[in-house]
Nanobody, 126 residues
Framework: QVQLVESGGGSVQAGGSLRLSCAAS????????MAWFRQAPGKEREFVAA????????YYGDSVKGRFTISRDNAKNTVSLQMNSLKPEDTAVYYC???????????????????WGQGTQVTVSS
């Protein structure tokens, strides 16, 4: 059983920055691929970023590449998402996800993850 809790969401102006954190409990965090997804009202869930369990491979959605950075601290059982140069279109609920399947590398699809946090709201004003 794995529990994920996101924090760090809030409201910022366009061009600003936020850092989201996800704390994991239960399971073996160091063996899980981790990812961030986001979903705006009426829209499909969108892949944001992922990181392999070793932390040596990272992946980003085209819309956030160059602006967001995903990282993990296995000693603290946390994964973070540093978001810079935020745009109004980044407004969404951001979800932390974990892949406990044992696959070597993370996927870009939501179906590749079997544990999810409750989400944290990010609002970017123009």
């Amino acid at each position: 059983q794995v529990q994920l809790v996101e924090s760090g969401g809030g409201s910022v102006q366009a061009g600003g920055s936020l850092r989201l954190s996800c704390a994991a409990s239960g399971g073996t965090f160091s063996m899980y691929n981790m990812a961030w997804f986001r979903q705006a009202p009426g829209k499909e869930r969108e892949f944001v970023a992922a990181i392999s369990w070793r932390g040596t491979n990272t992946y980003y959605g085209d819309s956030v590449k160059g602006r967001f950075t995903i990282s993990r601290d296995n000693a603290k059982n946390t994964v973070s998402l540093q978001m810079n140069s935020l745009k109004p279109e980044d407004t969404a609920v951001y979800y932390c996800a974990a892949d406990g399947s044992g696959r070597a590398y993370p996927l870009r699809r939501s179906t590749g993850y079997n544990y999810w946090g409750q989400g944290t709201q990010v609002t970017v004003s123009s």
